[in-house]
């Protein structure tokens, strides 16, 4: 009995073009997409460069260069992986939602060391709003790029207003085991 022949082409160009359907963006909204790639990068790339003037607006006492230039790291990886993504943004919609969703994380984590650990009050005018405003216009582009089910904008916006109470769990956790 003969095996049975497949296209496998045929096959695989239909899966992948079923797949990458790309919404169809008007000129507005990829220039939009585009400006807010620029102008958060930039925002990124800010801190670093200003911590070396004004450490205390952007690290906790007592400052370790380790986690400094851990952090700077993680700023410029956000703010490259914007810029890199500007070629198109309809195909790299994700990378504004990734990069949005861990600034939203950041930003929580911070309220969360203001409201605990009682830091100095300056993060509250510089941090926090800087935070909370790129995290804003990155998931609004990529809703803009990519409109996602419900489902899954709710379960990112509760896994950011949850994650301060995940932090406190893990301090109680880390007082109760290593302390």
Known sequence: MPTPRFDIERIGYETRRAIERPLQLDR???RGA????????AL???PVILSLAFPSAFFYPPYHRVYERMLGALLLAFGLGLLLA????SRNAGVFAVVGLATGF??????YTLLVDHADPLHWVVQVPLLAGITAVLVVTYMRLRR???VVVRIVVAAVVL???A?????????????
């Open 86 to 89: 500007l070629r198109d943004p």
């Open 44 to 46: 990124f790339f800010l």
């Open 148 to 150: 996602p089910h419900p």
């Open 163 to 165: 994650l301060p109470f």
């Open 34 to 41: 585009r400006a807010v790639g620029i102008v958060c990068a």
């Open 106 to 111: 950041l930003g929580a984590a911070n309220v």
């Open 28 to 30: 507005a909204t990829l």
């Open 167 to 179: 932090l406190l769990l893990y301090d109680v956790a880390y007082g109760a085991f290593v302390h």
